[in-house]
């Protein structure tokens, strides 16, 4: 099923390269995705299982003393507990501090290594979490999760941008953040439904955690190399031979020559973590670091995470709390698949631009709404129709971010790095994400119990100055392949005076 030679888009200098899209890269693309999978699963079930009355019984007994005198004092802080959210955020720690890890092993050993050790990591973290006895238990497992979710961020999002033509490669690589997307909503289902478990919810809950880690590591296991990573350790006649067959394709000459020329520039590199401070590579490391730290002061996972917790702490029953998460993670799969249609025909800045405004609006919103009915102390009640409304909102909230910043934060980061400091770009997007992803999950409750509704003004706020960001800084980067990002740059009003002439790569253009 390959195609002729496709037309780069949206005319930021990529060249046409032959080929298109076959079966195997697609086949391929969405078995790698599933990586998201891990990721998704535990955005979607620590929140409901932390709302889970046995649960918080038997491992923090403390808050339901908090709990009862909520009812007296203020709802904003029902919740409030170090240690609690500390369950929550402790995976994101162990995802910092693995991606350093991850991005050795994916240069040394290749993409797919990575991804099969991450998911034998979150496997046994599953395990132990489902049969945890004890609060050291369920960090030590959380802990394994996290070790999983590092490697596997790491890897896919690069792993995907490699197999798949410039043409499509935001669709394929959005495939990762489908698979986010599905992971919480098939975990805010199985928490809604082992919620009315008479005993040993939250346990099959944790445990179930290891099917997607299980797919990950049979999946990985199969999955071919990528063409760069075979360059990248020497193995040339493999990587053309597989360009071939990703590409559907005998005439790879053109773009095997500059995925070549970009590998060679890459083994002098000695010093990728060093080099990416250099100037030519200015716009990938504030690119890298500043997308993942937007991403996450957007508060999306303040709805990932504490769904369930923040509509109780809103007054919602426990199954209307879990239901809601449910209503919103099927708004946050629908939404993502919007975006692999539209990334790749309206363009990474519309959609970061479009997404940011919707978010900034719904914020306001829901924090204007929670104000009226709760004010600064917290007390007061919600009517159904207010209720509804605040679900509406928060709805398409999670719409904006699914089809803009959520899949656009692990997509951009992917794309825009040049060979030789990919891996160091790479670790430097997780690392950020998951750092402000563990402050988010370790402090919100407690930004809540103190901030009140002004929280959401924070966000809106926040929000509001990452839009302006990519409006002022951030080119066009559809249908540039990789290996040719220097150009993009150069164009650029802002960051040409950063990149000299020779770190614009991609000279084999048939005259």
Known sequence: MAGGAFVSEGGSGGRDYEGGVTVFVVITCIVAAMGGLLFGYDLGISGGVTSMDEFLSKFFPQLERQRENAKHDTAYCKFDDQKLQLFTSSLYLAALVASFVASVVTRKYGRKVSMFTGGLAFLTGALINAFAINVTMLIIGRLLLGVGVGFANQSTPVYLSEMAPAKIRGALNICFQVAITSGILVANLINYGTSNMAKNGWRVSLGLAAVPALLMVIGSFFLPDTPNSMLERGRYEEAKQMLKKVRGTENVDHEFEDIRDACEAAKKVEHPWKNIMQSKYRPALVFCSAIPFFQQITGINVIMFYAPVLFKTLGFGDDAALMSAVITGVVNVLATFVSLYSADRFGRRFLFLEGGIQMFICQILVGSFIGLKFGT?????????????????????????????????????????????????????????????????????????????????????????????????????????????????????FWKSYIPDDAVTGGHDEN
């Open 377 to 493: 102390t917290g007390t007061g009640t919600l009517t159904p129709a207010t209720a509804d409304w605040i679900l509406v909102f928060i709805c398409v909230y999670v719409a904006g971010f699914a089809w803009s910043w959520g899949p656009l934060g692990w997509l951009v980061p992917s794309e825009i790095c040049p060979l030789e400091i990919r891996p160091a770009g790479q670790a430097i997007n997780v690392s950020v994400n998951m750092f402000f992803t563990f402050l988010i999950g370790q402090f919100f409750l407690t930004m809540l119990c103190h901030m009140k509704f002004g929280l959401f003004y924070f966000f809106g706020g926040m929000v509001a100055i990452m839009t302006i960001f990519i409006y002022f800084l951030f080119p066009e980067t559809r249908g540039v392949p990789i290996e040719e990002m220097g150009r993009v740059w150069k164009q650029h009003w």
